[in-house]
C-alpha cells in the first residue's frame, strides 16, 4: 500500500518555465490537496479537490493551476515559474465524511526550486 | 476562519521532558491534530484530541486542551534524539481542510 506518491522529488526550473507536479493516491480517498510549505509560515493550502470532477482554490492559489484527472490523481501545474515558488509541495488525501477524520495523508513531498 | 500559531523553536536534552504550545482561534474544530515531520519526509499523523476531552495519552506523548483559552500543548515524555522533528497542531477549517501552524522546531541534544 502506496498510500499518497508524488512525482518528482526533486525539480529545478529557471524563471519563466513550467512544470507539473505529479500526485496519486490508491486509498481510494475523495478529497485531495495541494500545500506549499515555506520557513516559517507552516503548510499553506493551493488548491483541493473535494470530489472528482470539482477543484476550489485554497489560501494561496495565484500562480498555480490544477487538474483531477480521475479519483486518484490531482496534477499541480505552474504555468510560468517565478522564484517566489522555491518551495516544498506536498499532496494530500482524505475521507470525504467531512467530520475532519480521519485526518490528512501526505505524499513525501516534491522539492521545487526556481532560479 | 481558523488561525493557527505555535513557537517556532524549542531545544531540550535527552531524558528531559518536551512542551510544544499551540494556540487557535476556531473553537469549532472537532478534533486537533499533531503532525510530525522528520527531515526530508512529509507529514504524519502524531496524535489528536476530539474537542470534548481535556487530555489524551498516548505513550510518552500527552495532549492538553484548555478549550476556554484555546491552547493546545504537546508533552513527551523522557524525549529522544529520534525525536528530533518540526511538529505541527492543526486545526480544521470549513469542508474539511486543515490549517496549520507555522510549526515548532525540536532538537534534542544528547
Known amino acids: 500500500n502506496a498510500g499518497v506518491t508524488q512525482t518528482p522529488k526533486f525539480?529545478?526550473?529557471?524563471?519563466?518555465?513550467?512544470?507539473?507536479?505529479?500526485?496519486?493516491?490508491?486509498?481510494?480517498?475523495?478529497?485531495?490537496?495541494?500545500?506549499?510549505?515555506?520557513?516559517?509560515?507552516?503548510?499553506?493550502?493551493?488548491?483541493?479537490?473535494?470530489?472528482?470532477?470539482?477543484?476550489?482554490?485554497?489560501?494561496?492559489?495565484?500562480?498555480?493551476?490544477?487538474?483531477?484527472?480521475?479519483?486518484?490523481?490531482?496534477?499541480?501545474?505552474?504555468e510560468s515559474a517565478a522564484p517566489s515558488q522555491t518551495s516544498v509541495y506536498f499532496c494530500a488525501s482524505s475521507s470525504p465524511t467531512g467530520t475532519g477524520w480521519p485526518p490528512l495523508h501526505f505524499g513525501n513531498g516534491t522539492r521545487l526550486t526556481v532560479t | 476562519g481558523e488561525d493557527v500559531e505555535q513557537s517556532l523553536f524549542l531545544s531540550v536534552r535527552e531524558g528531559d521532558s518536551s512542551v510544544i504550545n499551540c494556540?487557535?482561534?476556531?473553537?469549532?474544530?472537532?478534533?486537533?491534530?499533531?503532525?510530525?515531520?522528520?527531515?526530508?519526509?512529509?507529514?504524519?499523523?502524531?496524535?489528536?484530541?476530539?474537542?470534548?476531552?481535556?487530555?489524551?495519552?498516548?505513550?510518552?506523548?500527552?495532549?492538553?486542551?484548555?478549550?476556554?483559552?484555546?491552547?493546545l500543548s504537546l508533552r513527551i515524555a523522557d524525549t529522544q534524539t529520534g525525536d528530533s522533528a518540526i511538529y505541527f497542531c492543526a486545526g480544521e477549517s470549513y469542508g474539511n481542510k486543515l490549517v496549520f501552524g507555522a510549526g515548532t522546531i525540536l532538537r534534542v541534544k544528547s
Open chain 1, 11 to 78: 525539480q529545478v526550473l529557471k524563471t519563466g518555465q513550467s512544470m507539473t507536479l505529479q500526485c496519486a493516491q490508491d486509498m481510494n480517498h475523495n478529497s485531495m490537496y495541494w500545500y506549499r510549505q515555506d520557513p516559517g509560515m507552516g503548510l499553506r493550502l493551493i488548491y483541493y479537490s473535494a470530489s472528482e470532477g470539482t477543484t476550489d482554490k485554497g489560501e494561496v492559489p495565484n500562480g498555480y493551476n490544477v487538474s483531477r484527472l480521475n479519483k486518484r490523481e490531482f496534477s499541480l501545474r505552474l
Open chain 2, 23 to 71: 494556540t487557535y482561534t476556531d473553537s469549532s474544530s472537532t478534533y486537533l491534530y499533531w503532525y510530525k515531520q522528520e527531515p526530508g519526509a512529509g507529514l504524519q499523523l502524531l496524535t489528536y484530541i476530539f474537542s470534548n476531552m481535556d487530555m489524551k495519552q498516548d505513550q510518552r506523548l500527552t495532549v492538553l486542551l484548555n478549550k476556554k483559552d484555546k491552547h
